[in-house]
């Protein structure tokens, strides 16, 4: 029975990405609920509340909810947005249970961006407010990403990434730095024409 909700779930839900924020924006929709219908032998056995997304007059999506069967919230993820900046805030309960009772996952994420519209900087919170991990984006003048670069908590470098470019723009290496700036990694990036 849990595999048909979850079945369920995932085909009701990609129905709900399906509409377009352009779709969202020229219909002017606020809001969608999702309903989940369960069966049994064929037979309808149950019928819940699964989901529901809000809107912005721009097509973003402010917040979703996700249920449980019982009524109880499941996931709830809501975001704020400030011209191109994005604040996300996720609160997720799975039902999974703790010496002290249900767990509770908490994440929250800011994004910067630039004039235009690269993400420059990713910060990820804890539910106490701490920064957990922070992440750093640079580009080059035509708008390739040039670095990332992963920070800690305290802000200790984690893993720096570096993207290089042939004289067509293309992605010819990636090399990966751990902590010292030490090169754990590259990958190089070869075109057959």
């Known amino acids: 029975m849990r595999i048909i909700a979850l079945l369920a779930f995932v085909l ?12 969202i924006k020229e219909y002017k929709i606020k ?24 809107f912005d007059k721009e097509g973003n999506t402010t917040e979703e909810i996700q249920y449980n069967q ?11 947005y400030a011209g191109k900046n994005k ?6 309960s799975r039902g999974d249970k703790d010496v002290d009772g249900a767990k509770t996952n908490y ?18 919170y804890d539910a106490a407010g701490n920064v957990v991990k922070r992440t750093t984006y640079a580009y080059t003048k035509s708008g390739d990403k040039q670095f990332e670069v992963i920070y800690d908590g305290s802000g200790k470098l984690v893993k720096k ?30 075109y057959g024409y």
């Open 87 to 92: 604040t996300e805030e996720v609160v997720d």
């Open 70 to 80: 019982d009524g109880s919230v499941k996931r709830r993820e809501t975001a704020k």
């Open 161 to 190: 990434f570096v993207y290089g470019y042939d004289n067509k723009g293309l992605r010819i290496s990636k090399s990966t730095y751990g902590p010292g700036e030490v090169l754990i990694k590259m990958v190089k990036f070869t």
């Open 31 to 54: 809001s969608c609920t999702e309903t989940t219908v369960l069966f049994t032998d064929g037979k309808e056995s149950a019928t819940f509340k699964s989901a529901f997304m809000s």
């Open 107 to 124: 994440r929250k994420t800011t994004y910067k961006y630039n004039a235009n519209g690269d993400k420059t900087e990713e910060t990820d």
């Open 12 to 23: 009701a839900s990609f129905q709900l990405s399906a509409q377009s924020k352009k779709q």
